[in-house]
């Protein structure tokens, strides 16, 4: 963690050189070049010193104690440099007119404040520099007598490798499909396959390979085998040694003379002579680095039906295969409950009669398994922790609460501890603050964990890339690194809020206190550092803000709040004047302190569901922020001063008023009256109300050309022409919603000829009487929503053929026609709504269209009185739902009824449901049993 602080401390010394508002005399611009190049020679020894700390799982305390001073002296210059930037905000906040020539006077005060910080920085840098010398902690050799004089660690892989058939649980399938997929194989040629098994640490990766590999069906079938365990550091040549001493011994015979010479070209030659018409296993055991396929595959020959099984927590190293070879990924899931429930009771209770859970203990150990989440290294760790306990649920219960504290003291825990570790440790320095943000969230949206990502300055600009992309890419690396899960996905597949392991969760959150990097506040309290960086309130902060003074907190994070003390608000102003995110999402508060407006280097603000209704004037002194999220709370009307926010790239508001019935204005955006068109860095703006800025407002949209996202309501039929001449403009939009102000203004999108060629997502609210020719020519259109519309014809013929359309949704008077027929097309389809069609009366699905369908929603429909006329065709639906249907449509479910009996077997769920909308009810739900309902 040290390197990735020193990393982003270099990074800001660079962009203060680089900046054109810092103004650095040539002296100062010289001495911040020294203290970089001082620290890039520092990061060389930090990079080293985390790495021993990853494999031994130990450091030196000499050098602990200089990380850590190297650490704090980083943080005090990053506290150095925001002070300055945020002198330079305030004067720059008071360079009126007026005050010009009192600026003039003053401007030299922070030139002198930072050139003094600036020779406290290089003194500082210097003498842990010397210490670092001092002491030799930069050979690399002294510190092989101290891991010889130190107990190795006990690697839990290596037990893996000889854990016996009866004890291992719930990899019967997966064993015998990868069993099938090393004998039997993908292609229907001779030719060399491989089959990576992936998952997380401490899943079974290697238990599973392993009985896979002594499986008698596989031994039988090949002629030669080996096993090589690779891990996070190797040298290509002793893999390619180690590899031609198993397939000689797996065929009793002589390792070929002269192989512990030989180099990398010519090992390889000797492996493809020795493996020539020989069918041949290999397993490689814990693969790490991306590049070791490359380095390994001219080794073992592609015309021989070789079958290469590797074991990696990283996907792309599954992927680099694919280049020259067919490749088998196999994803291992975690244990299902009743697995994990055997496993665990095997391990508590091995010494039990029976090895049968006490009554007493059952509730307890089901939390237990349930906080293991199904990963087996976990449930045998804290399994075989509890068989050495009494068997007194106290003692237990007290051992649960303190779970976290037991994963780093406990000698029963810490391999676990280590396994779990091994994925941050082997990050590169630009991911570690980023994986270290789960330790504060248990889950988090996507989108918000890239906006304050960026917000915090953890992501890093690339060429021709927006930094929410290169955010996308961050998170993606983790996800493909087997640390990050998704939890939920959008229709396109897309991620849409993540979460780490719980136990994986517990290390983070203590790495990142151990670090300073963030501190959690709850009622059971700890010691607070003032150089820490991230404040995380779990609790009233009432009695813990005492402690809190002066401090250097960067961001604020709520969670659980049921009361907000006014004094919490009061210690924001002054003692964390160097604030970049303030997210009060949730939290109980009805105002906003006016002096928020001189957090001047303030990058993120959330006011997310709280009762918030006005913005101050001062928000307008902000000119850092970046994201400002309004969304569900009461603010209505945009202070003036917004327009000064040239930053500002996401601008979320709306509120929805779930006390009345889905209508044209159960949901409101806010009112924005002059100024939008100063926002060009704006990429996402939703809801503004369109009737209150009017024309003016239409137009300047046209100046946002930068937009991804835009949410307008309010519309009037004016609007239209001057609304498409701006939406023109807006070549990288991607999500459209628009809505009309009431029923009679009717909505005319026609005269939008060329359309933003990236629009992915588009909902349409209100009397449109015709669908715009544009739509069937959005190629990238994955959700269309039409509502209120006064659609006369049906328009499935002009979208059947839209390639990636994954979600249809009409309702409320868009069809008055009798039949609906769906004829041909929308293969991708997942998702259909056909809600409100009055005159509708007949439904018909020829076979073959919507092959894809899985959810299928139709109603409220008053004359639609018989079932969908070929729904049996949809093989892929799993749910289907009826919304307030007329009393003579057909509910009746049961099979030996023959009038009304309709069922299709593969549909998992039938809905019926009435009072669409926000309070809508479920009153008969109807779920298979065994395939047929």
């Not at 918000?448 to 998170?475: C, D, H, P």
């Amino acid at each position: 963690m040290a390197e990735s602080v020193v990393c982003f401390v270099i990074e800001k010394l660079v962009s203060l050189l680089i900046s054109t508002e810092a103004k650095l005399s040539r002296d100062v611009r010289k001495e911040v070049g020294c203290i970089r190049d001082e620290l890039e020679s520092i990061r060389s020894f930090l990079k080293d010193a985390d790495a021993k700390e990853a494999v031994e799982g130990e450091m030196d305390d000499s050098i602990k104690t200089w990380v850590r001073q190297v650490r704090e002296a980083a943080y005090y210059i990053e506290d150095a440099i925001d002070e300055y930037l945020l002198c330079i905000t305030r004067h720059h906040q008071d360079r009126g007119f007026l005050h010009k020539i009192t600026w003039l006077v003053k401007k030299m005060k922070p030139q002198d404040e930072i050139a003094s910080k600036v020779e406290a920085m290089k003194t500082l840098v210097s003498e842990i520099k010397a210490r670092h010398e001092r002491y030799g902690f930069n050979s690399s050799e002294q510190g092989q007598g101290r891991r010889e004089m130190t107990v190795p660690w006990h690697d839990p892989r290596v037990a893996s490798l000889f854990i016996e058939e009866a004890e291992v649980v719930g990899v019967e399938s997966a064993r015998d499909e990868l069993i099938n997929w090393l004998v039997e194989g993908a292609s229907k040629h001779e030719r060399r396959e491989v089959i990576s098994v992936l998952g997380m640490g401490g899943l079974g990766k290697t238990t599973l390979a392993k009985k896979v590999y002594d499986n008698q069906k596989v031994m039988a079938h090949f002629d030669c085998c080996a096993w090589i365990t690779v891990s996070q550091s190797y040298h290509v040549e002793d893999l390619l040694r180690m590899m031609i001493r198993q397939f000689c011994k797996s065929r009793k015979e002589y390792i070929p003379e002269g192989t512990d010479q030989m180099d990398q070209e010519s090992l390889i030659v000797k492996s493809r002579e020795y493996l020539r018409q020989k069918r041949y296993v290999v397993v490689f055991d814990d693969v790490w680095k991306v590049d070791f396929w490359g380095a390994i595959e001219h080794a073992l020959p592609d015309d021989n039906a070789g079958r290469i099984m590797i074991t990696t927590r990283i996907k792309d190293v599954a992927d680099f295969c694919k280049k020259s070879c067919f490749v088998h990924v196999h994803h291992l899931q975690p244990l299902p409950p009743n697995k994990a429930w055997e496993l665990f009771c095997r391990k508590a209770f091995q010494f039990e009669p029976e090895g049968i859970c006490p009554e007493e203990l059952e509730e307890l150990s089901l939390e237990i398994v349930r906080k293991c989440e199904g990963l087996p290294l976990a449930i045998v760790s804290v399994g075989g922790l509890l068989s050495t306990k009494d068997k007194i649920l106290s003692g237990w219960q007290k051992l649960y609460s303190s779970l976290s504290s037991e994963l780093e003291s406990n000698p029963h825990l810490t391999s676990l501890t280590r396994i779990l570790s091994f994925s941050y440790h082997h990050l590169p320095y630009y991911l570690k603050s980023c994986a270290l943000y789960f330790g504060i969230f248990p889950s988090i949206s996507c989108i918000r964990l890239i906006q304050l990502w960026i917000a915090e300055g953890f992501v890093k600009s690339k060429k021709g890339k927006t930094l929410e992309e290169v955010g996308e890419e961050y998170l993606t690396e983790l996800i493909h690194r087997s640390l990050v899960q998704v939890s939920r996905v959008c229709i396109d597949g897309k991620a849409r809020s993540c979460r780490v392991h719980d136990l994986l969760r517990e290390v983070l959150l203590r790495k990142g206190m151990e670090s300073s990097f963030c501190h959690m506040l709850s009622e059971h309290g700890s010691n607070f550092t003032p150089i820490t960086r991230r404040l995380s309130i779990d609790s009233s902060p009432s009695d813990a803000l005492v402690s809190i003074q002066q401090s250097h907190i960067r961001s604020v994070f709520t969670f659980n709040q049921e009361e907000w003390p006014e004094s919490f608000l009061n210690t924001l102003n002054g003692n964390f004047k160097l604030l970049k995110v303030l997210d009060f999402e949730d939290v109980p508060i009805n105002q906003l302190p006016k002096y928020v407006g001189d957090l001047y280097l303030l990058k993120y603000l959330s006011l997310r569901h709280t009762k918030v209704k006005f913005l101050p004037e001062s928000i307008g002194n902000l000119q850092n922020l970046e994201t400002l999220d309004l969304r569900h709370c009461l603010v209505y009307e945009i202070p003036a001063k917004i327009n000064k926010l040239l930053k500002l790239r996401h601008f979320s508001a709306h509120y929805c008023d779930y006390s009345t019935n889905f209508s044209m204005t159960y949901e409101r955006g806010v009112k924005i009256h002059d100024g939008i068109g100063c926002l060009q860095a704006l990429q996402k703006l939703y809801h503004v109300e369109a009737n209150h800025g009017g024309i003016n407002l239409i137009k300047a949209l046209g100046k946002l050309r930068q937009l991804r996202r835009l949410g307008l309501k309010n519309l009037k039929s004016e609007d239209g022409g001057d609304l498409c001449a701006s939406i023109e403009k807006m070549n990288h939009l991607e999500s459209l919603e628009v809505s009309t102000l009431s029923e009679d203004e009717v909505l005319d999108l026609q005269s939008l000829s060329t359309p933003p060629k990236f629009i992915r997502f588009l909902y349409l609210k209100g009397p449109l009487e015709q669908l715009p020719s544009w739509i069937p020519q959005l190629q990238q259109l994955v959700k269309l929503r039409i509502f209120w519309s006064r659609l006369r014809d049906s328009p499935l013929k002009a979208l059947q053929n839209l390639p990636h359309l994954l979600e249809l949704g009409f309702s409320y008077k868009a069809y008055d026609g009798v039949q609906l027929h769906f004829e041909g097309g929308f293969e991708k389809l997942r998702v259909l709504k056909l809600k409100d069609l009055k005159g509708l009366s007949s439904l018909i699905i020829d076979n073959g269209v919507m092959p894809d369908l899985q959810e299928l929603q139709i109603g409220p429909s008053p004359q639609l009185k018989e079932v969908p006329s070929g729904i049996h065709h949809l093989r892929n639906l799993t749910t289907l739902r009826f919304v307030d249907m007329p009393k003579e449509f057909p509910r009746n479910m049961d099979p030996n009824d023959g009038q009304h009996y309709w069922v299709v077997e593969h549909i998992k769920y039938v809905l019926f449901s009435y009072k669409f909308g926000p309070r809508c009810g479920v009153f008969e739900t109807h779920t298979l049993r065994d395939s047929s309902l």
